[in-house]
């Protein structure tokens, strides 16, 4: 037969949750700063390559700014400051246009992040599940 349901069980882990949830939230949000400031660095480190001498200064617009929406979603936001010199040419590098190709550099930086950030939020989240 079933062993009969056992509540101090439930109440365990509702205590470690109650603990972790804190410790999860501020991991993650180092996780995301973290990644979000690999791909800055991969972003411009592209752009130097890519844009040349017609835009020697864009590499250095690109930078990141930290969100906090709500207590659980931390949102970054990466590209060219447009009010940095030449950070208004953001969108035509990255993009292109009917006469300039896409260089993508933003693209390929996030490409390149986004298995080292999701493995780093596994381990956030398995750590914080671990409770027994």
Do not use: C
Not at 71 to 85: F, L, S, V, Y
């Amino acid at each position: 037969m079933n062993d009969p349901f056992d509540m101090g069980d439930v109440r365990r882990l509702q205590a470690h949750l109650a603990r972790s949830i804190p410790i999860v939230r501020r991991e993650a949000r180092q996780v995301v700063n973290r990644g979000a400031l690999n791909v800055k660095r991969d972003w411009a480190k592209n752009a130097r390559a890519s844009s040349g001498r017609h835009a020697p200064a864009y590499p250095a617009s690109i930078g990141y700014d930290l969100l906090t929406v709500g207590p659980d979603i931390t949102d970054a936001r990466i590209g060219p400051d447009k009010e940095a010199p030449q950070g208004a040419l953001g969108n035509l590098l990255e993009y292109g246009s009917v006469k300039n190709p896409p260089h993508n550099d933003g693209g390929r930086a996030l490409a390149a992040e986004l298995p080292r950030f999701e493995a780093q939020m596994d381990l956030v989240t398995a750590r914080g599940l671990a409770w027994w």
